[in-house]
């Protein structure tokens, strides 16, 4: 029989493979170093470990679909936002989903940077609407004019602050030029912040006390990045009450498990366990960028958020080769020609513990050395 498919996509490559990498190497998933997903070096707080064995009770009966609990504790810590103004989903790649279908009507086109994470795209096709990228500047940064000139006759625009993989932040300003401009032509703007709680001042960057004044902007957080609840799935977004309605009643019911609401709500408690990555972050990324720059033949980009992005051309090495050699040490990059808009020679590594970061130095001085 021949099956017709009405979507027939490319699946979206991503970092943190390590079930998949387990399975090719015979390596023992605990025993591979991720560098490629940029998540909270110490995993999550114990306080959301301990609310998740204490809510296993819970189990047998649906989960709250609107996670009521939840969008209220996220609204407590965010003046002028009400629950009213918070959407939870499974990952805030549910939210990227929601949102393009959501909004994306027939003949409407988003505008996404190149290069960036992969998901905006992926999720604009899926609605069989187009894209238009707008390329960033040589060094990565944002040319607000070239946003300012594409967005015209745009319907959203996706945007990334700080950018997966380069790690750049955009400057407040330029972003609030570029949300300005697209209010007044009735643009939408999704704007993924969920890199910004690693980022110093984090709550005097981020937009989301700006929802009131711009009604067009969308602000996406996640539980998987600083918080460290990677596989629970759960992220959020604020914006107006009229954007949050729409996706709220046009998303999956139950989308968030019961456990994931419970360590959600722990985890946004838990100040001293986000202190103290903070600090690890800051601390850490000196070291490893120090690090990576004695390498002479990686150019290391400056890096705003958790994560560092390095051209290896000079290495002699693809990504893809240069990640294939790491594997041997049993440490896993992000190999980022994926990225549209990059070409084959850019990785990306999270920051992790002194251990791990000195293993990941180590690993690279013997394999680019080795080469020359
Ligand atoms: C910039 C960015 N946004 C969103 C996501 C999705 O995160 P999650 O669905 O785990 O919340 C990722 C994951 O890598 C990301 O890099």
């Known amino acids: ?20 990498i387990s399975k090719k190497t015979g390596l023992r998933r605990e025993d591979i170093i991720d560098f490629s997903s940029s998540v909270n070096p110490l995993g999550p707080s114990q306080k959301a470990l301990e609310a998740i064995k204490d809510s296993l009770s ?115 300003d330029d972003l609030i030029a570029i949300v300005e401009r697209a209010l007044e032509q009735g643009v939408l703007v999704f704007l993924d912040e969920d890199f910004l709680e690693f980022v110093e001042g984090e709550k005097h960057l981020s937009l989301i006390g700006k929802i009131a004044e711009y009604p067009n902007l969308f602000v996406l957080r996640s539980f998987t990045k600083i918080y460290g609840l990677t596989g629970l799935r759960v992220g959020y977004g604020i914006a107006s009450k009229e954007i949050i309605q729409t996706l709220t009643n046009a998303k ?51 890096a705003d ?26 440490l896993l990059i992000r190999d980022c020609s994926s990225f549209h808009g990059l070409d084959e020679y850019y990785v990306r590594v999270a920051v992790k513990t002194r251990r791990e970061n000195e293993r990941l130095l180590e690993a690279f001085k013997k394999t680019v050395e080795d080469y020359a």
């Open 305 to 330: 958020a958790n994560f560092i992005f390095m051209d290896v051309r000079k290495s002699g090495f693809t990504a893809a080769q240069l990640k294939s050699k790491l594997l041997n040490f049993g």
């Open 1 to 20: 029989m021949k099956i017709l498919k009405k979507l027939d996509l490319k699946p979206c490559v991503h970092g943190g493979e390590v079930w998949e």
């Open 58 to 172: 819970q189990i047998p009966v649906y989960p709250d679909s609107n996670s009521t609990l939840l969008r209220k504790a996220i609204a407590s810590r965010y003046e002028g936002v009400t629950e009213d103004n918070v959407v939870v989903g499974n990952g805030s790649t549910e939210l990227i989903y929601l949102f393009a279908e959501a909004f994306l009507e027939d003949g409407d086109v988003a505008v996404v940077p190149a290069p960036t994470f992969g998901e905006y795209e992926r999720a604009v096709r899926r609605m069989g609407k187009a894209v238009n990228h707008v390329y960033l500047n040589e060094d990565f940064h944002v040319e607000v004019d070239a946003f300012l000139h594409e967005m015209a006759g745009a319907k959203v625009l996706f945007f990334c602050n700080p950018n997966n993989p380069a790690s750049l932040l955009t400057p407040k």
């Open 252 to 302: 999956t019911p139950w989308n968030v498990n019961c456990l994931a609401q419970v360590a959600a709500i722990a985890a946004l408690d838990d100040e001293e366990h986000l202190e103290k990555t903070r600090e690890l972050v800051r601390n850490e990324k000196a070291f490893l960028m120090d690090g990576l720059r004695r390498i002479a033949a990686f150019k290391v980009y400056p």
